[in-house]
């Protein structure tokens, strides 16, 4: 039986043309004599279902069919297009058929017994007469698809449909997600184009002629969708572009803020690019967007394990000017970390770098503490000039005792 809307199996519906093609099935069935027939397809578009009684005879020279009611008929080879012999399965169907009693019952073990034997149009008959002769026979119901909810046997597309939910995909959904799926689709259409657009620009500013080079710049410039950000920062990420390149790339970010998507781009060239001076232009970009609304993406990055990134998440906040960080910078002053070195020989050392054991060739996790100069001079910064150097418990208490709003600008009256 097909499947989904064009069938019954599987829990599914069927089409009202599919449930006549099937009544008509029956019909000639019933009409039809019992025993095996072979059936004729004739030139003129019609049929005829009987036993072709001269079916040895070669060459064929005339068609002799016996009918159901022992009446015989001759047709001639030029009226007969073709002639079908009955499935012995469909045969033993017609037998059983003929002596089947006209109950729910009778219906539902028939069905059954046609689900075995892949005669599925039957199948679906006798599913359906069970449930006219029997409303709440449940293995005709759920063989037909049916479910019971509340009491109501109701078909699972319809009862979908009548909470609101729509077919997409494959699947019931409910319009809001339709949407969605579609908004995200065409997303993703844009963030191709864009990926096109910002290579075709690049190639222009490498290689083009000087106009090429000057409508290329333009465009980087002109960028106004979030939705290019994908592709601008693959490009900014990528250790062996020009700074020229890059230069362009950041302003192009820049122009996009305060979209989250253009923000994250810039701190992660904070965060990760060699180039100081690049690091130093993308700061200014965030700068320009009142800075302190990004403190957040440098914020966790002063509990890094890479020294270094400290460093350059502490010089962010120090130029962003949001005083809400100083409780973190204080306490990313000095940072602990781990290293795990080869020794030789059993050696216990300590000193200003750290404390660490290491035992013949093994290895051993040393535990070092690193004064972190960007972090002191964020703090500086931020404080306008205040300096308790690397001591944590002096900037805690100075911090407690100014009571600082948690937004105020210690440098509001410069």
């Not at 043309?17 to 025993?35: C, D, E, F, K, Q």
Request: glycine share 8%; proline share 5%; net charge positive.
């Amino acid at each position: 039986m097909a499947a989904t809307a064009q069938g019954i199996c599987g829990n599914m519906l069927v089409p009202r043309t599919r449930l006549a093609a099937s009544a008509a099935v029956m019909a000639i069935l019933l009409l039809s004599p019992v025993g095996r027939a072979d059936i004729f397809e004739l030139t003129n578009g019609s049929r005829i279902t009987g036993t072709w009684i001269n079916a040895d005879e070669k060459p064929v020279k005339r068609y002799v069919i016996q009918l159901e009611e022992g009446a015989q008929i001759v047709l001639t080879p030029t009226q007969v297009h073709t002639v079908r012999r009955e499935p012995s399965a469909l045969a033993s169907y017609r037998r059983a058929l003929a002596k089947m009693p006209d109950t729910a019952e009778a219906h539902w073990e028939m069905a059954q017994r046609c689900e075995k034997a892949k005669l599925s149009d039957q199948q679906e008959y006798h599913l359906r007469r069970a449930v006219e002769l029997d409303p709440d026979h449940e293995g005709a119901r759920r063989a037909l698809g049916f479910v019971r909810i509340r009491g109501e046997w109701v078909m699972p597309d319809e009862y979908f449909q009548r909470l609101g939910y729509v077919r997409h995909k494959g699947k019931w959904r409910l319009p809001q997600e339709v949407e969605l799926d579609a908004r995200k689709q065409q997303e993703r259409q844009e963030r191709a184009q864009w990926r096109t657009k910002v290579r075709r620009w690049r190639t222009g500013i490498l290689r083009g002629k000087p106009e090429d080079r000057q409508a290329a710049i333009a465009g980087f410039r002109q960028i106004d969708s979030p939705l290019a950000v994908d592709a601008i920062a693959k490009l900014l990420g990528d250790p062996k572009e020009p700074r020229q390149l890059k230069e362009l790339y950041i302003e192009s970010l820049g122009n996009l803020l305060p979209a989250p998507a253009a923000a994250s781009a810039l701190a992660d060239t904070v965060l990760n690019d060699a180039d100081m001076t690049l690091v130093e232009k993308a700061v200014a970009q965030l700068k320009r967007h009142d800075g302190r609304q990004f403190s957040h993406l440098f914020v966790p990055h002063l509990k890094s394990p890479d020294n270094p990134v400290i460093n350059r998440a502490a010089y962010a906040l120090g130029e962003l000017g949001d005083p809400s960080v100083i409780p973190a910078l204080i306490d990313a002053l000095i940072t602990e970390h781990r290293k795990q070195v080869v020794g030789s020989g059993l050696t216990v050392g300590r000193g200003s770098g750290g404390s660490g054991l290491t035992a013949g060739r093994g290895s051993a996790i040393v535990k070092y503490s690193l004064k972190n100069k960007s972090v002191q001079s964020a703090l500086s910064q931020l404080t306008g000039g205040v300096n308790h150097g690397y001591d944590k418990t002096a900037w805690r208490r100075w911090y407690a005792s100014t009571r600082l709003p948690a937004r105020y600008d210690v440098r509001r009256d410069e």
